[in-house]
């Protein structure tokens, strides 16, 4: 796929997605090892082995943004403040 065909790819994908897509994909094979794709040169199963992949690691986003969401609220709830050290804050009840 040359470069005009992921730029026309870009143009009729709906809404703001089009910029979004890239000149290749990455997913992770079975036994763990990292694969990278050309776009023009993806299989059908490829894009969703891709997709797979970028759903696992926006679960994994989700996961440690939570997590630091509550450490957060659990360090306001001790009074600490925007330049206290997280190793400061008093964690005994």
Do not use: C
């Not at 994908?13 to 990292?34: F, K, V």
């Amino acid at each position: 796929m040359s470069t005009n065909l992921i730029a026309s790819l870009r143009q009729q994908l709906p809404s703001i997605y089009g910029e979004h897509l890239p000149d290749e994909i990455r997913y992770r094979r079975a036994d763990g090892q990292d694969v990278v794709v050309p776009l023009n040169a993806a299989t059908v199963d490829e894009l969703a082995f891709a997709i797979q992949t970028a759903n696992a690691e926006s679960l994994a986003l989700g996961r440690r943004r939570t997590a630091l969401e509550e450490l957060h609220t659990e360090v306001r709830k001790r009074a600490a403040r925007g330049a206290d050290r997280i190793a400061d804050v008093s964690w005994e009840d």
